[in-house]
């Protein structure tokens, strides 16, 4: 048995999201059923968290023990044979046998889309949560300030499993100006169940001016769901990278650029 | 009665083309449903031309007669509420009797998108064509500079209604780098059927290697479809631009810079 782990994108508005639930369409279990077919035996695959229903994925890790001849290569291609379109593995490597994809991780970074088109855009539908505009950029970048750093997020958390602590280091919350619309990059040691898109869905409505920029710091204090803004939409959501302490498919760990994307 | 013209973009793997066909959900069945329940009157959409089963629109431009108090401001909108969340009216004005998106194009500019990705991108799959590259930029342009101009394009074009001449002006063909991938784009004063897609798929064929530089003044010369490349597939393929000699939504029919897209 050695310990592999994949770097893999998905179009989430195909899947029930990450987790595998019986009867439903999801990630976890396009690739468990892959690999079954592959080596004619269960294995469990580890991702590095979940991602909902209709959440998108550039760079997902997920890690499991497999018993195979196969070359690394070989098998990162075999693995995508058997696995649905909407999934696809770019990076495998085997790795040490301590590696666990969810409990190995340093952290994650989000991008959110927006588009402020005047009409709904025909294409990408899926991809981006198209509002009607217009959204002060200015007043969202000052409230950004505000909310990045260390601090408990529990107004910014649907309820989800229960956790010791709900404090969070954002290490970084840009909102930077696309073509007709906006992009949301987010970077954290850890986020809470829907805390990205409630933080999006906060900085939205500061945008539109229904909450002002010095609401958001009372928001924080006051540690209760029902002073935050609503859930965005899942459609915007996309996971970029996971963050680990060791090198990963040639990537170090080191903190990078803010903002860099993926 | 007034004149009216419209500027649309479509996502086309929802329709089975462009022109009305009983049993098929197309654009212009789309189009003209949508005004008859707004009217209660049949109109007929007059395009500035068909696109065939799965290419998309980023401004195709069409044409009806409506009997109308509205103005084009609340007309637009009435008929974005009557259409499908793939088709997207962005622009409409009343104009002069003679104006038929048909008859009045003076040419078109399409753009078409190849992903050389390693693998298979999970995202927008119905609005690239993903190849196993490498191609050879550097020739497909060579052989590009051959295939621009005044030509009889007979060995471009699938059999499609019969026309008097197949002689047209290809005023720009450009192969373009672009990340993991190439982007063509091409204008003329007209196409022939699928057109397009043939001369992306024999350009192809030469940024592969399957066909010398040499070969495409040849299968020029030759007059015969079977000389040429194969039929790229039409997910690639974008409608960005229809020429007026008039000026159409405030834009004059005047020649641009060729590869400025749409």
Not at 244 to 256: I, L, M, N
């Amino acid at each position: 048995m050695r310990n592999v782990r994949i770097r893999l994108s998905y179009d989430g508005s195909h899947f029930f999201g990450w987790q595998r639930q019986d009867g439903f369409s999801t990630v976890q279990a396009a690739l468990e059923e892959g690999l079954q077919a592959l080596v004619g035996g269960a294995i469990t695959v580890h991702g590095s968290g979940r991602t909902d229903t209709g959440v998108h994925a550039l760079a997902q890790v997920a890690s499991f023990h497999i018993e195979s001849e196969l070359s690394d290569e070989r098998l990162l291609h075999a693995i995508n044979a058997h696995t649905p379109a909407e999934v696809v593995v770019d990076r495998l490597e085997t790795c040490p046998d301590s590696f666990h994809a969810l409990r190995s991780a340093r952290g994650k970074r989000y991008i959110y889309r927006v588009s402020t088109a005047r009409f709904r855009p025909p294409f990408g539908r899926d991809h981006v949560h198209w509002v009607r505009g217009p959204l002060d950029l200015e007043r969202m970048q000052q409230a950004s300030a505000i909310l990045a750093g260390k601090h408990d997020f529990t107004s910014f958390a649907n309820t989800g499993s229960p956790r010791r602590s709900n404090v969070r280091n954002l290490s970084s919350l840009h909102v930077l100006p696309r073509r007709e619309g906006l992009l949301f990059a987010l970077q954290s040691n850890g986020f809470l169940y829907n805390m990205v898109r409630i933080l999006v869905g906060t900085l939205m409505d500061v945008g539109r001016g229904r909450l002002e920029v010095s609401d958001v710091g009372r928001i924080l204090a006051g540690r209760d769901r029902d002073l935050a803004g609503p859930t965005a939409p899942a459609a915007g959501l996309c996971l970029v990278r996971v963050i680990y302490a060791e090198t990963c498919f040639g990537r170090s760990g080191r903190p990078e650029r803010p903002g860099s994307g993926a």
